[in-house]
């Protein structure tokens, strides 16, 4: 197992191997939560096989990926609560995205690929997001970059403070 995130009461997110794919005897990973000596598996979004958890906010609710192979770029952002299981959190128009963050006000931040008529390539831009349980959420806000094609969101704070890296040209 891996840890990624920690909440201020003891509570760990991260990954654990549940099973192995019949076929290779490759350990399958699931996004987990790490709590009083348990572990929970949060499983994947469907068609898909791994996922991973990043973050864990003060009410247990958690951000990460959900993707076809371990910590792959083509995964989708998911928010996980135990009232709602994991719940795709949509792109910014390309094919997939990641969170990585999470506040107590279930505001979450990460990356998602951005379709661009403009450009004949995708970008990747951080994004800030509304808790999928607030009253009219609406999706990905795109933070933009410094001048270049790529930016990710790592953090935020209860501020909606987001704090990450982007390139410039």
Do not use: C, E
């Amino acid at each position: 197992s891996r840890a990624f995130g920690i909440n201020n009461i003891g509570a760990v997110v991260g990954d654990a191997a549940f099973a192995t794919a019949s076929t290779t005897d490759t350990p399958i990973r699931h996004a987990a939560l790490f709590n009083n000596g348990s572990v929970k598996d949060l499983g994947t979004l469907k068609k898909q096989t791994f996922s991973r958890a990043n973050s864990i906010n003060g009410f247990n609710q958690v951000v990460g990926f959900s993707g076809p192979s371990l910590d792959s770029p083509k995964s989708r952002a998911f928010f996980w609560s135990t009232s709602t299981g994991m719940v795709d959190l949509g792109t910014l128009g390309g094919a997939y995205a990641q969170a990585f963050a999470i506040n107590d006000a279930g505001s979450i931040t990460g990356n998602s690929q951005v379709r661009s008529s403009a450009t004949a390539t995708d970008a990747v831009h951080a994004f800030l997001a509304p808790s999928p349980l607030a009253a009219g959420a609406i999706g990905m806000r795109d933070l933009g970059t410094l001048g270049g094609a790529f930016s990710y969101g790592m953090a935020i704070n209860s501020n909606n403070h987001v704090v990450g890296y982007s390139t410039i040209n």
